[in-house]
């Protein structure tokens, strides 16, 4: 997780800190967060840290149990089922507007997104997906249409917390091959191979995730005390403390 810089807000500056670390895969999917360790290793006191974790409760990303606490959510082979059909229609249209829309300098942010997840060689799953994640949000940005680049966001968060959960398929070998034939029918201004190029590689993907699902389904049931234990959160800058 990256360091913890204090802002003028305290309760923004944690809710901000904690959504970037569960989108980002610093916390694994049904890993319980605790208020007194989270607090002690930010330097700021339960309060904010309380707040922050209800509203991303709030906001489905993480879970509460009674008594218990709260940990990262994880999704079900049906909602996954569920959110890549939504999101191999929502690329889709997104590649099509972008084949229309995209301006001059969004090519270039295309390219360049492209070639940082092509060159990142990285086997940090997490690093492979934020790479994955930030291509595919050029696209709809590309499509300069502001509702579907809001839901285009708010599916994001899902998908993170997919690919958080599995791990196991962010250097496919067909995912370079897919991504340039996405970039290539978007600056060659066809919607229509934009579009199919698009939700075949959702398609594709989609049926690997949904497999790695399907297998680990029955073991959904396991106690809550299962999820491996929470790693380290980073301590914020020495000297900083609550206000």
Known sequence: ?????????IREGVYHHLRRAILDGDFTPGE?????????????????????LLRLT?????TAEANKGVRVRTVSADEARDTYTVRAELDALAAALAATHHTPDDARALH????????????????????????HRRIAQAAHN???????????????LIKHQT????????????????????????PDAARAAARRHVQTFAALVLSDLD???????????AP????????????ETEC
């Open 1 to 9: 997780m990256s360091r913890f810089e204090r802002p003028s807000l």
């Open 32 to 52: 319980r967060l605790g208020e007194v360790e989270l607090g002690e290793k930010l330097g700021v006191s339960r309060t904010p840290i309380r707040e922050a």
């Open 58 to 62: 709030q906001e489905g990303l993480l």
């Open 112 to 135: 360049a997104a492209l070639h940082d997840l092509n060159r990142s060689g990285s086997d940090d799953y997490r690093d492979q997906t934020r790479l994955d994640l930030a291509f």
């Open 146 to 160: 502001a509702p579907l680049t809001d839901l285009s966001r708010d599916l994001e968060h899902r998908i993170a």
């Open 167 to 190: 791990r196991t398929y962010n250097a496919h070998p067909d995912t370079q091959a897919q991504h340039e034939a996405i970039l290539q029918a978007v600056l060659n201004r066809d």
């Open 215 to 225: 297998r680990a389904e029955p073991h959904a049931t396991s106690p809550p005390g």
């Open 228 to 239: 491996p234990p929470a790693r380290p959160v980073p301590a914020p800058t020495p000297g």
